[in-house]
């Protein structure tokens, strides 16, 4: 007979309750799901962003003392409580087979991370093990397959959250880490209250390591503040975002691109109206979003003579977001910097493009399942060098859209000397739904991760301009056409966040791959010294 030693800091083991009801072993799946459903709750367009705590001390229950098997299994119905709302966008326009297969891809990437939170939950201090678990779920998830896919990685939905200062400091996989910290924090300071009122005692371990991970991560917030500046260092620059909007929702608006053109330069001409009556100040410089051109206009003279009778009206300079056409080889996303008296001049190609929609990966095998895969004829290439314009002296960094969910994509542009960021997009495929706030809170948290004001200029909405504290300051309504007029402060300092890189979420992959590495060690020997008996700990069901 052998009996299970625990220390103070680690969670009790849960034993299996032998002939326990249908309804109580729903228990924990319902509850998985439901903190899934939580963690989809905190994001844009919500301002609900403090619900994710309390879903990942639900997750941290849920998973506390399971065996892998039972942990893969609710970590998967979490993953689908949360995925498959959070990604319901996807299948706007193409049905639901595309967006039941992301959502059950992603899901299957926490149900693994959250096995691996389920193994550390054993350990001393197992929230830090824990929340570093999940940043390097998060790693592994915005890199992998094809490119990745960071959709959804928490720091994303904290664009309104009092955490959201540490992204000045470590970047997003920081911010994450923090917020899930805090919120199996959460977790383990119930536990150790609950003990208390039944037992009157607390192990001291435990108090500190209740108290210090719900209070550290917070209070890091607090000191962090100072680093979110939004003052006018390089002094500031007047931006005109266009918001032309689209002739109709859904994919086949491409079918009308001449449309889409002319909404984008009649616009732009009103505005330089408005600008000679005095109703608007005169730009320094114009964005337009991605695909306001999807005729070429290297080969199509119609629509050169459409642009440059634009911006020849506001009399600024103007990136034009275009698909390139070449006689052979893949197509381009690009952006274009549009002077008014020489016309197209540098350019930049969208580095991060987007898998099964800009190419198609395995088209015969998705063939078998969707007959959409089809709408994508000829793929567009990826381009590779930085995006950043000088236009009328100011240094302006871009990312394209989708590229704004990627780390090292929006900081290339800061450390090549971005004074502001744009982020030209193009939402319409995706109709009304939580997409382009979900997109348009990655723009905030990357004004307060990199210290730049960030302009979002969109096809159909939302445009937005957003100061480097993370706060927009205007924006349009959806489907409507739009000039947004403001005048942004420029600044040329790089925050912590930009100055390390990578650095954060080096060190806490190797945080997690320690921990993980440890459960290994103490299996081992466990096994070793029972002759290779039950697991160290029994597991719940």
């Not at 005109?240 to 009649?266: E, S, T, W």
Request: proline content about 8%.
């Amino acid at each position: 007979m052998s009996a299970t030693i625990t220390t103070a800091d680690e969670p009790p083991p849960v034993r299996a309750a032998r002939g326990a009801s249908p309804r109580t072993r729903l228990v924990r799946p319902a509850a998985a799901v439901l903190s899934g459903v939580l963690l989809y709750l905190s994001f844009p367009p919500r301002p609900l962003w403090w619900l994710v705590l309390p879903g990942f001390a639900l997750l941290g229950w849920v998973l506390s003392a399971r065996r892998m098997r039972a942990a893969l299994g609710l970590g998967l119905l979490a993953g689908l409580g949360f995925m498959l709302p959070l990604l319901h966008w996807t299948g706007e326009d193409v049905g639901p087979v595309p967006w039941l297969a992301l959502a059950l891809a992603e899901a299957l990437f926490v149900a693994v991370g959250c096995m691996g939170v389920a193994a550390v939950s054993r350990l001393p201090y197992w929230p830090v093990w824990a929340a570093a678990v999940w940043t390097l779920d998060e790693a592994v998830r915005a890199r992998v397959p094809f490119g990745g896919f960071p959709w959804g990685k928490i720091a994303f939905g904290q664009a309104d959250g009092v955490f959201l200062p540490l992204a000045a400091l470590g970047g997003t996989p920081l911010l994450s880490f923090a917020v899930v910290l805090c919120g199996f924090g959460l977790l383990e300071a119930v536990r150790q209250i609950r003990r208390h009122q039944v037992t009157g005692t607390v192990p001291r371990a435990a108090v500190v390591t209740a108290a210090a991970t719900v209070a550290v991560p917070a209070l890091a917030a607090l000191a962090a503040l100072p680093l979110v500046d939004d003052s006018a260092e390089d002094g500031t620059a007047t931006v005109a975002a266009i918001q032309g909007n689209v002739p109709r929702l859904g994919l086949d608006f491409n079918a009308q691109r001449r449309a889409v053109l002319d909404n984008h330069a009649a616009r732009t001409e009103q505005l330089a109206r408005d600008v000679e009556a005095g109703k608007e100040p005169q730009p320094d410089f114009v964005l337009w979003p991605e695909n306001s051109s999807d005729l070429d206009p290297y080969r199509n003279a119609d629509a050169r003579d459409v642009i440059d009778r634009a911006v020849r009206a506001i009399g600024a300079p103007t990136v034009v977001g275009a698909v390139i056409t070449p006689e052979t080889g893949t197509l381009r996303n690009t952006l274009i910097q549009w002077d008014p008296v020489s016309g197209p001049g540098d350019t930049y190609d969208k580095r991060h493009i987007q898998p099964f929609g800009e190419y198609m990966p395995m088209r015969s095998f998705v063939r078998i399942f969707s007959k959409d895969v089809d709408r994508v004829q000829r793929e567009f290439g990826p381009g590779e060098k930085v995006g950043v314009f000088e236009l009328a002296g100011t240094k302006v960094g871009f990312v394209t859209c989708y590229e704004a969910a990627f780390d090292d994509a929006v900081r290339d542009t800061v450390k090549h000397g971005g004074q502001l960021i744009a982020v030209p997009s193009n939402n319409a495929t995706f109709g009304r739904s939580e997409m382009t706030y979900q997109q348009l809170a990655m723009s905030q948290v990357r004004a307060v991760e990199h210290g730049r004001s960030v302009v979002v200029p969109v096809t159909s909405g939302v445009s937005a301009v957003i100061r480097p504290d993370g706060t927009i300051v205007e924006k349009t309504g959806m489907f409507t056409p739009g000039a947004l007029v403001d005048e942004v402060p420029l600044r040329s300092s790089l925050t912590p966040a930009t100055r390390l890189g990578p650095l954060p979420e080096g060190l806490l992959v190797l945080v997690a791959v320690a921990g993980l590495g440890w459960v290994a060690v103490r299996r081992v020997r466990a096994r070793e010294g029972r002759g290779a008996g039950p697991e160290e700990t029994p597991a719940a069901t």
